[in-house]
């Protein structure tokens, strides 16, 4: 049976752990802008994508010089970790972007096999943030399959954590938070520079 846990209780344990990394979990993610050359009078580009430092640079190269190939034949990483970067842009507070990274963070370790207890309080801990988060933002489909860009963590640590508390579990979240952080960046596409205003409307 899943733990019933309160979104209050789960928001502390971050808070704790987030006390000896303050600037590396409070931090804003690292958002570029980027322009496409776009001509169509009638629709306009606007959207993110996630990528590692490595593949930012490629990719906005790639838009400088041949635009027309990035924006035809260049496939976007992955919706479900496109959704949860937007959303963290788009967080209205630090307590909002704890839970999604919490929500989405959690999900993913979810998948992995490391026993009953261990699933049980990744779960729990999915669950009080996508509560809280639900009526606040629009939430991941169910179809999407990642919803991190990766789990960063080696094997060798997930396999020999012993969970009688949901504490571990929240320290590999804010340990994953920290080197995705600090390994990927975020790219937000636009073509019109209205084009912030006119997705609002």
């Known amino acids: 049976m899943i733990e019933q846990m309160k979104w209050e209780n789960v928001y502390q344990l971050w808070e704790r752990g987030q006390y000896c990394f303050p600037e590396a979990l409070d931090g804003p993610l690292f958002t570029e802008s980027v322009f496409v050359k776009y001509e169509r009078s009638d629709s306009f580009i606007y959207g993110y994508d996630w990528l590692e430092a490595?593949?930012?640079r490629e990719r906005k190269k790639l838009i400088e010089?041949?635009?027309?190939?990035?924006?035809y034949f260049t496939k976007p990483t992955n919706k479900g970790t496109i959704q949860t970067a937007e959303m963290l842009i788009e967080a209205q507070s630090e307590e909002e972007c704890a839970?999604?990274?919490i929500a989405a963070t959690a999900k993913e370790l979810s998948q992995y096999e490391l026993g009953r207890d261990f699933y049980r309080y990744t779960e729990g801990l999915y669950l009080a943030a996508r509560n809280f988060l639900q009526p606040r933002?629009?939430?991941?489909?169910h179809a999407m399959k990642r919803l991190v860009p990766g789990?960063?963590?080696?094997?060798?640590?997930?396999?020999?954590?012993?969970?009688?508390?949901?504490?571990?579990v929240m320290g590999l979240i804010q340990m994953n938070t920290m080197l995705l952080k600090s390994s990927y960046s975020i790219l937000k596409y636009f073509s019109r520079k209205d084009a912030e205003a006119l997705v609002g409307k």
């Open 137 to 141: 933002c629009f939430l991941w489909h």
């Open 151 to 168: 789990i960063m963590l080696p094997m060798s640590v997930l396999e020999n954590i012993v969970c009688k508390e949901p504490e571990p």
């Open 54 to 56: 490595e593949a930012a």
């Open 65 to 71: 010089e041949n635009p027309t190939e990035f924006l």
């Open 99 to 101: 839970a999604i990274w």
